[in-house]
């Protein structure tokens, strides 16, 4: 069973790397055995001849070194690519981290919002509430001075106007909540 924790991108990459690695080793050590055998083959030779093994061993010494040329030249290619990849993924690391360092932010400030606006509105809300309960004093007080014949019809007249402009005043700021 395969781990949840494992990258098998990078898996894959770090195989391709070892396989690599393991083939240019292998061609390391054949290129030393190749050049083992013709030394040790030139010390059984007759001085006869040397000078064609002579030739051959210049052939593989330098096939030797042409193949270990092609090793650092890809070595360094591969270096460079694996250099550039881990900026990028530097890079990109960071990106994410300001991203995810901004979505908190945001979130932060949207849940702070919120709540600044849930008070708000309960603070209206207890406006209104007092509002109303203002209004139904004074409806009382008006049911009660037209009843009593001492209160003068001017009295009524101010509290009935009052009544009506607490009333209008409840309706704008209800239309607004």
């Given at each position: 069973?395969?781990?949840?924790?494992?990258?098998?991108?990078?898996?894959?990459?770090?195989?391709?790397?070892?396989?690599?690695?393991?083939?240019?080793?292998?061609?390391?050590?054949?290129?030393?055995?190749?050049?083992?055998?013709?030394?040790?083959?030139?010390?059984?030779?007759?001085?006869?001849?040397?000078?064609?093994?002579?030739?051959?061993?210049?052939?593989?010494?330098?096939?030797?070194?042409?193949?270990?040329?092609?090793?650092?030249?890809?070595?360094?290619?591969?270096?460079?690519?694996?250099?550039?990849?881990?900026?990028?993924i530097d890079k990109l690391e960071g990106k994410l981290e300001k991203y995810l360092n901004t979505k908190e932010a945001r979130k932060r400030r949207i849940l702070e919002l919120e709540l600044k606006i849930k008070k708000k509105m309960a603070s209206r809300r207890e406006e209104l509430a007092g509002l109303r309960d203002a209004i139904k004093n004074l409806e009382k007080l008006y049911a009660s001075a037209k009843k009593d014949k001492k209160v003068s019809k001017m009295r009524l007249k101010s509290i009935e106007t009052k009544i009506k402009k607490l009333k209008q005043k409840l309706k704008i700021k209800a239309k607004k909540l």
């Open positions: 069973m395969i781990s949840s924790d494992v990258d098998l991108a990078k898996t894959k990459s770090l195989l391709l790397y070892l396989s690599l690695a393991k083939h240019k080793i292998d061609q390391r050590e054949f290129a030393k055995q190749k050049l083992a055998a013709q030394i040790s083959a030139l010390k059984k030779i007759s001085t006869k001849t040397i000078k064609k093994h002579v030739v051959d061993l210049e052939k593989d010494i330098a096939e030797a070194i042409a193949t270990e040329k092609k090793i650092i030249t890809s070595q360094k290619t591969e270096d460079e690519h694996h250099r550039e990849l881990v900026e990028k």
